[in-house]
């Protein structure tokens, strides 16, 4: 058949794709403790995200305020990565965009919205590649329930790297899996590092290895190969449909500290987690390479709430705790510290249903208490 030929050569030219994405793996570090300036790029979003990103813009205004001064921080507001310049463009990324987003060392990202069916890419998932965005970090801690895990996602590979690029033929469709070596051995590195560097003992890899057994199981199996250089730290394996009832388990879920997983299971399993925390609007996430890092909220855009004259009620938290990660990140712990402290204390609320504080109030109080 015709069709089964295209879709061979199709298949050829990812696993070619993919193998020069291998070759091109490693790269240098950035140290933020010796960089002279920091260029902070700020990306609005779409729906709520010019909203939010406003919010929590201010707030690194304000913490940062005598480096911007100074000259050794920069924030830099980037245009273009709305929904409808995308559509126009016919790219995830349009090009200029991405030339400029380059030019920045970390990102403070507002939630994008990506187009049901069709061929446009997730800007998220363009962004990752496209950066080099290996690690997703989403911590959640809930103190007074003994609760303080931290997912590390591997962010490039899995499901998502291609999952625009499957084949379709007549009454059938297939998608792709990937899963490399090295791919694999830095996320697993960068999950150990974090648990040794933070006096965690314990590592749980998620996937579902019993049944994926290719991909998941060299994702298992190299995980392991990397927990040999971290005496003191266990290591223990969990099936991705398990591990989603253990959270939910009490006192079983308190043992968790680090939890490694492949990606889709990775953005199934932190989004329950930021529910049991209070909502995905109470939770940042990190997307962190070895040259870039880009901060955002984890919920959508929630283009609803614009087209019900919301938009003002849209809660900042999420991508004002990503604003702490980012501030840590570029070495500012003090000023992350000060900003963590400051939403502990704040006792604002903002509802979606307009009945208490607009994203603009909150900051306010967040701000008055730093």
Known sequence: MKEI???????????????????????EKTDFSTKKQVTIGVIDGDGIGPVITAQATRVLEKLLA????????????????????????????PDDVLAEIK???????????????????????????????????RPVCIPEKNIDWMFFRENTEGEYV???????LPGMAVDFKVTTDLGTRR????????????????????????????????????CHEV???????????????????????????????VVLLPNLYGDIITDEAAQIQGGVGTAG???????????????????RMIERGMGDYANPASIIKAAAMLLRHICRADAATRLEKAMAEC???????????????????????L
């Open 285 to 303: 996430s990190a997307n962190v390479g070895d040259r870039y890092a880009m901060f955002e909220a984890i919920h959508g855009s929630a283009p």
């Open 66 to 93: 005598e480096e911007i001064a100074a000259g050794s921080i920069v924030i830099r507001q980037i245009e273009g990565l709305t929904i409808e310049n995308r559509m126009a463009c016919g790219k995830a990324i």
């Open 187 to 222: 996320i697993a590195r960068a999950a150990f590092d974090y648990a040794k560097n933070n006096g965690k003992t314990h590592v749980a890899v998620v996937t579902k290895a019993n049944i994926m057994k290719k991909t998941d199981g060299k994702f298992t199996a190299i």
């Open 162 to 168: 291609l999952g625009s690029r499957g084949v379709e």
């Open 347 to 369: 006792k604002v609320e903002v509802k979606s249903d307009g009945t208490a504080a607009t994203a603009a109030q909150y900051a306010d109080a967040v701000m008055a208490l």
């Open 5 to 27: 030929t295209l879709a061979c050569e199709a298949f050829q030219k990812l696993l070619e794709e993919q193998l020069e994405r291998i070759r091109n793996m490693n790269g």
């Open 227 to 257: 927990a040999a250089d971290y005496p003191g730290i266990t290591v223990d394996d969990y099936y991705i449909d398990i591990m989603t009832a253990n959270l939910l388990k009490e006192p079983l879920r308190e043992q968790f500290q």
């Open 103 to 137: 030019t920045c060392d970390v990102l403070l990202k507002g939630p994008t919205t990506t187009p049901m069916g069709g061929k446009m890419e997730s800007a998220n998932v363009a962004m990752r590649r496209e950066l080099d965005l290996y690690a997703n970090c």
